[in-house]
């Protein structure tokens, strides 16, 4: 079984910072890819950053120079580093991976963490 959390939510004013961390539990063999998603009220969760060690990073054009996404699979993490936030960023932000793991079989699959709520006020 695998689970995603995420962590560094909060509130900040605009023009501020925030670090989310996510961390992937359970018997993990291999990180394939990991990614952040966000979703604000009334609207469709969207892409934010992603990353894979042989495509590299992308991101969604309204966060382009502001977000960096980083991680160390090494200890089942990802990283979204967020500055300049502005208002219209504030949503739950969803940690996404497609994880490869060994109990209770060999698998892979996608996985979602539950999201942390990302507040922006101006």
């Known amino acids: 079984q695998v689970q995603l959390v995420e962590f560094g939510g909060g509130l900040v004013q605009a023009g501020g910072s925030l670090r989310l961390s996510c961390v992937a539990y359970?018997?993990?063999?291999?990180?394939?890819?990991m990614g952040w998603y966000r979703q604000a009220p009334g609207k469709q969760r969207e892409l934010v950053a992603s990353?894979?060690?042989?495509?590299?990073?992308t991101y969604a054009e309204s966060v382009q120079g502001r977000f960096t996404i980083s991680e160390r699979y090494d200890k089942n993490m990802v990283f979204l580093q967020m500055n300049s936030l502005k208002p219209e960023d504030t949503a739950v932000y969803y940690c996404?991976?497609?994880?490869?793991?060994?109990?209770?079989?060999?698998?892979?699959?996608?996985?979602w963490g539950r999201g942390t709520q990302v507040t922006v006020s101006s």
């Open positions: 996404n991976g497609e994880v490869s793991s060994s109990l209770p079989e060999k698998r892979v699959a996608v996985y």
């Open positions: 359970g018997d993990i063999t291999s990180i394939n890819y």
């Open positions: 990353i894979t060690s042989t495509l590299g990073t």
